[in-house]
């Protein structure tokens, strides 16, 4: 089966989950990393350069044998089953898992109505009043839904799962310093999620995959 992952030259966690998935489960694939200017032309044709076809004009995109799917989540779920990050035959299992990838889409996109603001006064402002209000209610939330005496989101006899990568990645990307107006030391408030937090980072794989896949000095996250 021949697998490529479309995405911009960047870890975020929607690309993450999804390689990540892949290279702990020791799959091959390609990793193919599009630019921001043809991203530009991809959201009016739906289509690469190339003419690869890309689903709803949007990123990330996968290729399995040339078929090309989208969606954040069912692509995760795809790879997770290959690698045994997620559950071929336990649908209770699956569903725990679907609620977290999709309250972290609930959280990139509260926080994606603001990146749209070009002015910076205004911005912060904006992201300030989020993270006072909305998004510190959802990660507050997040918090008390993950237990308290687990360090995997699902138990440690299930251990890793893609709801983790999940978690871990989009929570690097919002305590970073990349978003500003949105503080980085958040994450001491909200112990449970910070727990999970540190269970992937200290996961031998994910430390391979930093140290191979991203650039040096990249703003990863306050965990
Ligand atoms: N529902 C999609 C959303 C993906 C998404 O918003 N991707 C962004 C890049 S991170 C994009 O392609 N935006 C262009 C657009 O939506 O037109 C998913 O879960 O994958």
Known sequence: MKLTLIYFNIPFWRAEIIRLAL???NIEFEDRRITG????????KGELD???????????CFLVNGISI???GGIARF?????????????LLCAQIDQFIDICTDINVLIST???????????????????GDLSRKLNILNKTIRGDYDWICGS???????????WRLIGWVSSGMLDGIPTTFLKDFPNIQRICHSVENTQKVQEWIKTTYPKNYLRGNY
Do not use: M, W
Request: aromatic letters at 8%; one cysteine or more.
């Open 114 to 132: 603001t990146s749209k603001i070009d002015n910076d006064d205004l911005r912060i402002r904006r992201r300030k009043e989020l993270f006072d």
């Open 70 to 72: 989208a969606q954040t």
């Open 157 to 167: 006899d299930v251990g890793l799962t893609i709801a983790d990568l999940a978690v």
């Open 50 to 60: 190339d003419g690869t076809k890309i689903p709803f004009h949007q990123f990330p």
């Open 79 to 91: 790879c997770g089953k290959l690698s045994g990050l997620y559950p071929k035959d336990d649908d």
């Open 37 to 44: 200017e043809e991203f530009q032309r991809v959201k009016v």
């Open 23 to 25: 290279f702990i489960g």
